[in-house]
């Protein structure tokens, strides 16, 4: 085991607290973030070049944003009428954690980490939906944390001697 691997797991303890605490009280702790956010840049400054890390950030950030606007052109088309809000369909929490991320994976990654985290929301949601019979919103940054815990560790178990 090397050090590399080691620091790779950093983020994982905050990433953790992050995501039981979204799931349990539907709001994440600054301080927690602040710790993730701290966790997920070092990692990448050990591990990475800088330019590989504002390339990482600047793709991802293209991504995002790309994705955004389609959510925000559905809206505004399907809502057409109705005052509806881009911020009642996701937490600025969401928002940060999705930002936190941004410099440790490159794009390939990057968007295999939001599909399965997003497909994990989902399927909370629709499994809590049909079993419990209510209504709930989907805790995207547990999603999110759950799959970036699993690729950390499928990562970490699988990197090059």
């Known amino acids: 085991m090397t050090w590399p691997q080691i620091l790779y797991l950093l983020p994982v303890v905050p990433a953790a607290v992050l995501a039981l605490s979204d799931l349990r009280h539907r709001s994440i702790p600054v301080g927690w973030l602040i710790a993730f956010g701290s966790c997920v840049l070092l990692t990448a400054a050990f591990l990475s ?10 793709t991802n950030i293209l991504l995002l944003g790309w994705m955004s606007g389609g959510v925000w052109l559905y809206l505004r088309l399907r809502y057409r009428n109705r005052t ?3 911020g009642r369909y996701i ?5 940060w954690v999705v930002l936190l ?6 794009l390939t990654v990057y ?3 939001l599909l399965s985290g997003f497909a994990a929301g989902l399927l909370y949601g629709t499994a809590v ?5 209510r209504t709930v919103t989907i805790p ?7 799959a970036f815990i699993v690729y950390t560790f499928y990562r970490f178990y699988t990197w090059p001697s």
């Open 84 to 86: 509806r809000s881009f």
């Open 111 to 113: 968007i295999v980490l």
């Open 101 to 106: 991320l941004t410099p440790l994976f490159p």
């Open 91 to 95: 937490g600025s929490g969401d928002v």
């Open 140 to 146: 995207l940054v547990s999603a999110l944390g759950v």
């Open 49 to 58: 070049p800088v330019r590989t890390i504002l390339h990482n950030v600047l």
């Open 129 to 133: 939906r049909l079993v419990a019979r």
